[in-house]
Each structure stands twice: as C-alpha cells, then as structure tokens.
C-alpha cells in the first residue's frame, strides 16, 4: 500500500474532522461563499481555530460577510469586531483592502475572481492584500476548486517528522511533494488529519510518541529512539 493510503487511513479511524475545528471549512459548509472562506481564512492565521472562528461569528453578527458591508463599515468596527482573532489591525487592513479590489475589480463577488485555470487563480488570490501561498490553497482546497494540500505549521512539522518532506524545503517544495504523497481526492482530508494530529499527538514540543499510531512509520521517533538506546 502507498505509505500517503497508509498514513490516511490511520488518521481516518484515530480522528474524526469536525468543522469547529477548522474555521475555513466552518465558514465554507454554512455558507458555501468563497469570501466567507477567504475572511475565515485570514482571521485565522497565526492564531487558534478557536479564536478566529469567535472573531468570524462577531464580524458576522456586528458587521456582515460582504465585501460591500465591511467597506461600509469603516475600519473601525471591522477592528472593534474581530480583536479575539488577534493581530486584529493587520487583519482588518488585510479585509478591508481586499473588500475593496473585490468590488472594484472583480463587480464585488470574489467568485469571479475565482473563475480561470488554477495557476491564474491562484495568482489572483496571492494578489489580494494578506493572502500568500497557504491563505490561497486553504481557500482552494476547502471550495473544493484545487486539489492540494495546503502546508501549515502543522503539516509541514508531522510530515518533517515523518520523512515525507525534508526540514527547510520552500512552501511550493513542500505542497508539490505531498501532492506526490497523497492520491487525487484524499489531499484536502489529509491536510485535515496533518493539522488534527500535529495538534493533538505530534506536538511541536513533548510530542507523545508512545501513543502515536504513525510511530513505526516515522524518521523522528526511529531517530529519537535510537538516540535514546545510544545513551542507555
């Protein structure tokens, strides 16, 4: 069996993918509106799934999820409504700014910027204020438009510790070798299951090895044990 069939099919019986978790995918199964996702997406960098997901539901309730409400709104209360999200001033330029190219640009409906081959959109997207590689492919994955597998810190740390990518590979180095890994059809789960795993057992520190059900399967506790056997 190919070690990504493998690996997915581990985390499918350990885990189960609930959307509160992911506030991207949130977003997307309530409303199935890309600037939902888009906006989910931006609250939710470099914070929790948690924090971001309470910043989306107070911008929904104060403000509205359209890039013409929040333009009306002003920067003020788009701040006001999403500091749980933190970095609150970055995020609400970022919003706003790309509210406004929205409208300007694309008649104020981010699905026709999302019309097009992948590579243009995805130049599209990584054109809009606060939106890099990662931000483009949780966007294009989750509407189901890209099947990637979009690299968070979480991904990238287990499928380091794994041996499926090498420490310090680009972004773009890292995606196009586990779009290699994981079979059409399964990425968007797999980046899923990375993200609940590294959460939940591959912690960035103290992993808890002993009860990880990939251990006979990863470079960092064959490492980690051998180096410990070498000591005793």
Known sequence: MPVGDEILGRLKKQYSVEAKEYVSLFAYLRSR??????????????TTDKASLEALNSLMKKVGLTPQAILEAGKRRVQEAIKRAGMYRSKARFIIESSRIIMDKYGGSLRSLLEGDAETVRMRLEALPGVGGKTADVLLATMGIVDTIPIDTHVRRVSTRLGLIEDGMSYEEARKRLE????????HLAHLLLIAHGRKICRARNPLCTD?????????????????????
Request: glycine share 4%; aromatic share 10%.
């Open 212 to 232: 990880c059900t990939l251990r006979d399967l990863c470079r960092y506790y064959r490492e980690t044990k051998s180096l410990l056997s070498g000591a005793a």
């Open 33 to 46: 509106d890309p600037f939902q996702v888009l906006v989910a997406t931006i609250l939710s960098q470099n």
């Open 180 to 187: 290699e890994v994981f079979t059409i059809g399964s990425r």
